[in-house]
């Protein structure tokens, strides 16, 4: 335990800080974007490829 950016927060006994519930869901939201973006840039390639990313 121990204070960070002026709250006290929880670390690992590694010195890593344990991220909030609500830390910890932002980035769970912030890597479904970023796995969506690359779904729909990879579908776009396909499509320019002439295949249709919905049949495979």
């Keep these: 335990m121990g204070v960070y950016q002026g709250l006290v927060r929880f670390f690992t006994a590694d010195g890593q800080l344990v991220p909030t519930p609500e830390e910890s869901a932002e980035q769970a939201a912030q890597r ?20 249709d990313p919905d049949t495979i």
Aim: proline share 0%.
């Design 32 to 51: 479904a974007e970023q796995q969506t973006q690359r779904a729909e840039r990879l579908a776009a390639k396909l499509r320019e490829l002439n295949i």
